[in-house]
């Protein structure tokens, strides 16, 4: 999903104000939140659950008070738990068939671990024997 974003910064009389909240309340409410400016839109569905983060402040010369609701832009989003990776997508101007080549590659904590790890079936460093307890090899 593309980014979008749609604003205004006013001055405007404090019962214009109160009608902006009176209309984000009905939109809220409703399920749908549509904010417009000009030709630019940005409608928002917001899910059961959001943050809240009520903010205000007061100093000598200047008071303020803001509201920020947020919540995860993919909250309707489906979850899908497997044990298969998705296929691997390549770069945009890939040809299809390349896309179809090509493998990602393993991260380096991936390509550590696989190092650290002995194979199965091969022996580990030191002859395959291993210490028993006391100290002492086994045979």
Do not use: C
């Amino acid at each position: 999903m593309e980014k979008q974003k749609v604003g205004m910064k006013a001055s405007l009389a404090y019962t214009e104000a109160i009608s902006y909240l009176k209309a984000l309340v009905e939109s809220m409410e409703s399920g749908r939140i549509v904010v417009e400016n000009g030709e630019n839109h940005v409608s928002l569905i917001p899910p059961e659950n959001v943050t809240v983060k009520i903010e205000a402040k007061s100093k000598k010369d200047k008071q303020k008070f803001s509201l920020e609701i947020s919540w995860p832009g993919n909250a309707d989003a489906s979850v899908t738990i497997s044990d298969r990776e998705p296929a691997p997508e390549a770069a945009p101007d890939a040809a299809p068939e390349e896309k179809q080549k090509a493998a990602p590659e393993a991260s380096p904590e991936k390509k550590r671990e696989k190092e650290k790890k002995p194979e199965k079936g091969k022996k580990e460093a030191g002859g395959g024997k291993k210490k028993a307890k006391g100290g002492k090899k086994s045979n």
